[in-house]
């Protein structure tokens, strides 16, 4: 292995060699706690710390890096106490994640490290974000996120690096190539012949090199670093190493050949280190131990120290706020004039621009959103207002821009993700369920993300422009969930869940957009979320509904001005009001819960579930659901009016009525 130096003296390689030795040190006391059954589940790097390390060396310590599951070095170069590294894959109190998530499944801010969800893929679309916000701010700064190969297989991979280039955005993504994801060598991961010869793809740089160099890794990322904080764009770097050990400790490594391990041993990064420095004179084999005793007392003192701290002890009050960033609705809202009727649509959109104008860090991403107004023209006029970098088209990768989005909220941003229809959200799925929803309860810290969701049926569109999804949501701790009826509330709830620092998923009814209006505040007043709005009062039973349910059912106690009927629009879902359908219940003694959406396990089901349990003792009746039929939602006029819910409505309420 060839060293160069460079510029470094002495005291900078000894420095690098003792960053380098601290995670080898610290794996080799890992896997004697491992044996004894003193800790979990433990996935090692040994053989591979030359790339954290390097590369951690390299960066600043105000850019942010997104390391992987083999990264320590990335940590114990950021100079992590120890001891809160240990109390986090123990599990303690004062882990970084309260004993909520294991290993390097964390995020801190204070050391501008932002950790894997297990899922691999999705943290590089969150650089594309972190580093949009650098370059948005205008702060000349580099973003550092890891992949290894296995997971360049992942449409992540691709969704981040295309977005990156597209954008220009600087960040390097560094692929740690180690011959093996799990059990999976490299030739049934990839069919090309080198993972780097992908930038080209892309349209960006590609530079591959030793893994195992410390020096080279340094240099590089270096030199890669100070031409794209000038001028900004990514870099696909590829690191060749190889894993050492198995994919888990108790996974073992049968499949490797063992000239494999022969081979990449003779290459191993420390000791080659070591003997450079040793040549070079830069430091004395008599030094060796000394420096090994100073880092082998300091990780026993630690983990003494932490492994007797005391256990958790579970508090479901504790667990449940958690999943929350704590939010104070505004105590006083200006007076809602003057007034002016709106449509739906138009509400929505003077919603958004007034909380662009009142929020100068919000961002809307979306495909088409930007010159051409968006699918629905909900933008429009907005590029020339904001301008483009604020009102941002996007390529179609749902996953890569809610990605995005998070990226931009974890620097400082705020985001609202558009999807040109609701359905298409499955393409963002994960990133929506796994990161934004569950990013606060691991490690406190808030995601600032509104999705918009085009939803709903009558526009006889089919079952992939019209599907209801909402309780794909409403089950998912850690997203708020809201769905107004009406142009007044519409506006209101976008602004609430845009001031809102938690995730908030948006949905906007399609059916709805051009054909009701109502007078709608012109200054941005806020309808708080969780609260439910009795939009008619009545005697004889409660409809609880939302969206466009809201609508069916006026329209039937229109057409049935005899009966005393109490219609309940939810307007959210996650939190939704428990109170205000309670209330309802005792008061009328029958409820139906009305949906758009299908009917089993549809919304309606916990509405239900929640008045069979809670309000049994005042009920005449059973609780009756009317929802949509158990199969995808059909194109034809016909067929659709048959399969939504309104076609029974009628039935339902005499069945409801009559018991
Ligand atoms: C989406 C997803 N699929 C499967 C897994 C299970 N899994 C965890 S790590 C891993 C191998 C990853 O290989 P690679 O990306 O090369 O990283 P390495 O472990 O080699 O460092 C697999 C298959 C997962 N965590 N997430």
Same mark, same amino acid.
């Given at each position: 292995?060839?060293?160069? +130096?460079?510029?470094?003296?002495?005291?900078?390689?000894?420095?690098?060699?003792?960053?380098?030795?601290?995670?080898?040190?610290?794996?080799?006391?890992?896997?004697?706690?491992?044996?004894?059954?003193?800790?979990?589940?433990?996935?090692?790097?040994?053989?591979?710390?030359?790339?954290?390390?390097?590369?951690?060396?390299?960066?600043?310590?105000?850019?942010?890096?997104?390391?992987?599951?083999?990264?320590?070095?990335?940590?114990?170069?950021?100079?992590?106490?120890?001891?809160?590294?240990?109390?986090?894959?123990?599990?303690?109190?004062?882990?970084?994640?309260?004993?909520?998530?294991?290993?390097?499944?964390?995020?801190?801010?204070?050391?501008?490290?932002?950790?894997?969800?297990?899922?691999?893929?999705?943290?590089?679309?969150?650089?594309?974000?972190?580093?949009?916000?650098?370059?948005?701010?205008?702060?000349? +700064?580099?973003?550092?996120?890891?992949?290894?190969?296995?997971?360049?297989?992942?449409?992540?991979?691709?969704?981040?690096?295309?977005?990156?280039?597209?954008?220009?955005?600087?960040?390097?993504?560094?692929?740690?190539?180690?011959?093996?994801?799990?059990?999976?060598? *490299?030739?049934?991961?990839?069919?090309?012949?080198?993972?780097?010869?992908?930038?080209?793809?892309?349209?960006?740089?590609?530079?591959?090199?030793?893994?195992?160099?410390?020096?080279?890794?340094?240099?590089?990322?270096?030199?890669?670093?100070?031409?794209?904080?000038?001028?900004?764009?990514?870099?696909?770097?590829?690191?060749?190493?190889? /894993?050492?050990?198995?994919?888990?400790?108790?996974?073992?490594?049968?499949?490797?050949?063992?000239? =494999?391990?022969?081979?990449?041993?003779?290459?191993?990064?420390?000791?080659?280190?070591?003997?450079?420095?040793? !040549?070079?004179?830069?430091?004395?084999?008599?030094?060796?131990?000394?420096?090994?005793?100073?880092?082998?007392?300091?990780?026993?003192?630690?983990?003494?120290?932490?492994?007797?701290?005391?256990?958790?002890?579970?508090?479901?009050?504790?667990?449940?706020?958690?999943?929350?960033?704590?939010?104070?609705?505004?105590?006083?809202?200006? #007076?809602?004039?003057?007034?002016?009727?709106?449509?739906?649509? !138009?509400?929505?959109?003077?919603?958004? /621009?007034? #909380?662009?104008? %009142?929020?100068?860090? =919000?961002?809307?991403?979306?495909?088409?959103?930007?010159?051409?107004?968006?699918?629905?023209?909900?933008?429009?006029?907005?590029?020339?207002?904001?301008?483009?970098? /604020?009102?941002?088209?996007?390529?179609?990768?749902?996953?890569?821009?809610?990605?995005?989005?998070?990226?931009?909220?974890?620097?400082?941003?705020?985001?609202? *993700?558009?999807?040109?229809?609701?359905?298409?959200?499955?393409?963002?799925?994960?990133?929506?369920?796994?990161?934004?929803? %569950?990013?606060?309860?691991?490690?406190?810290?808030?995601?600032?993300?509104?999705?918009?969701?085009?939803?709903?049926?009558?526009?006889?569109?089919?079952?992939?422009?019209?599907?209801?999804?909402?309780?794909?949501?409403?089950?998912?701790?850690?997203?708020?969930?809201?769905?107004?009826?009406?142009? #007044?509330?519409?506006?209101?709830?976008? =602004?609430?869940?845009?001031?809102?620092?938690?995730?908030?998923?948006?949905?906007?009814?399609?059916?709805?957009? /051009?054909?009701?209006?109502?007078?709608?505040?012109?200054?941005?007043?806020?309808?708080?979320?969780?609260?439910?709005?009795?939009?008619?009062?009545?005697?004889?039973?409660?409809?609880?509904?939302?969206?466009?349910?809201?609508?069916?059912?006026?329209?039937?106690?229109?057409?049935?001005?005899?009966?005393?009927?109490?219609?309940? !629009?939810?307007?959210?879902?996650?939190?939704?009001?428990?109170?205000?359908?309670?209330?309802?219940?005792?008061?009328?003694?029958?409820?139906?819960?009305?949906?758009?959406?299908?009917?089993?396990?549809?919304?309606?089901?916990?509405?239900?579930?929640?008045?069979?349990?809670?309000?049994?003792?005042?009920?005449?009746?059973?609780?009756?659901?009317?929802?949509?039929?158990?199969?995808?939602?059909?194109?034809?006029?016909?067929?659709?009016?048959?399969?939504?819910?309104?076609?029974?409505?009628?039935?339902?309420?005499?069945?409801?009525?009559?018991?």
């Amino acid at each position: 292995m060839i060293f160069d +130096r460079k510029s470094l003296n002495n005291e900078n390689l000894i420095f690098f060699y003792k960053k380098l030795l601290l995670p080898r040190l610290i794996e080799e006391k890992m896997l004697i706690l491992l044996r004894q059954g003193r800790i979990g589940k433990w996935f090692s790097g040994i053989g591979q710390e030359a790339i954290a390390v390097g590369s951690t060396l390299a960066m600043q310590n105000d850019e942010y890096i997104l390391p992987m599951h083999r990264n320590l070095g990335v940590f114990t170069t950021r100079d992590i106490p120890l001891s809160r590294l240990m109390a986090q894959w123990q599990g303690k109190p004062s882990g970084f994640t309260k004993g909520r998530d294991r290993s390097f499944h964390f995020g801190t801010q204070e050391y501008k490290i932002i950790g894997m969800i297990s899922h691999l893929g999705p943290q590089l679309a969150l650089a594309d974000g972190i580093a949009l916000a650098d370059v948005l701010a205008e702060r000349k +700064r580099s973003t550092l996120v890891f992949t290894g190969e296995g997971a360049t297989s992942e449409g992540d991979f691709h969704e981040a690096l295309n977005i990156a280039s597209v954008w220009k955005l600087p960040v390097i993504f560094l692929i740690e190539n180690n011959g093996y994801g799990l059990s999976t060598p *490299v030739n049934e991961q990839y069919n090309c012949l080198k993972l780097v010869d992908k930038a080209v793809g892309y349209g960006i740089e590609g530079r591959r090199i030793d893994g195992n160099n410390i020096l080279e890794v340094y240099h590089t990322i270096k030199e890669i670093n100070e031409s794209i904080r000038e001028n900004p764009r990514p870099v696909l770097l590829e690191c060749m190493t190889f /894993r050492m050990r198995g994919h888990e400790e108790a996974s073992g490594t049968k499949y490797v050949p063992q000239n =494999l391990f022969e081979w990449w041993a003779g290459k191993d990064p420390v000791a080659n280190f070591e003997k450079y420095l040793l !040549d070079e004179g830069v430091i004395r084999p008599e030094w060796i131990p000394v420096f090994k005793k100073e880092i082998t007392t300091l990780i026993e003192t630690e983990f003494e120290k932490v492994y007797n701290e005391v256990d958790i002890i579970p508090d479901i009050a504790t667990e449940v706020r958690d999943m929350y960033q704590p939010y104070q609705f505004p105590v006083s809202q200006p #007076a809602a004039i003057p007034a002016t009727h709106k449509r739906y649509i !138009d509400a929505i959109s003077d919603g958004l /621009r007034q #909380a662009m104008r %009142k929020h100068p860090n =919000l961002v809307i991403m979306g495909q088409d959103i930007a010159e051409y107004g968006g699918a629905f023209k909900i933008t429009q006029g907005f590029v020339e207002e904001f301008g483009k970098p /604020r009102v941002r088209n996007t390529p179609i990768c749902e996953s890569g821009i809610v990605g995005a989005g998070m990226g931009l909220a974890l620097n400082g941003y705020k985001a609202i *993700v558009e999807m040109q229809f609701a359905d298409f959200v499955t393409c963002g799925f994960n990133q929506i369920i796994n990161n934004l929803a %569950k990013t606060h309860y691991r490690w406190a810290q808030a995601v600032d993300v509104v999705v918009r969701m085009p939803t709903g049926a009558g526009t006889g569109a089919g079952p992939f422009h019209s599907q209801s999804n909402e309780a794909w949501f409403t089950k998912t701790p850690g997203l708020k969930v809201v769905y107004p009826a009406f142009p #007044a509330d519409a506006k209101g709830l976008l =602004l609430a869940a845009i001031d809102d620092p938690n995730p908030v998923i948006y949905f906007e009814h399609k059916y709805l957009y /051009r054909s009701i209006s109502g007078d709608v505040p012109d200054n941005d007043v806020l309808i708080e979320i969780g609260k439910a709005n009795i939009v008619k009062q009545g005697t004889q039973a409660s409809i609880i509904t939302f969206g466009l349910g809201v609508h069916w059912a006026l329209e039937y106690a229109e057409k049935h001005p005899e009966l005393s009927l109490e219609i309940i !629009d939810l307007r959210s879902l996650l939190p939704w009001d428990h109170e205000a359908v309670e209330e309802s219940v005792k008061k009328t003694g029958r409820a139906l819960v009305l949906h758009e959406d299908t009917l089993t396990s549809g919304f309606g089901a916990e509405i239900a579930a929640h008045i069979a349990e809670h309000c049994f003792k005042y009920l005449d009746a059973p609780v009756m659901r009317c929802g949509s039929l158990d199969t995808a939602i059909p194109m034809n006029k016909a067929l659709e009016d048959q399969f939504l819910a309104k076609a029974r409505l009628d039935e339902t309420v005499e069945k409801l009525l009559a018991y």
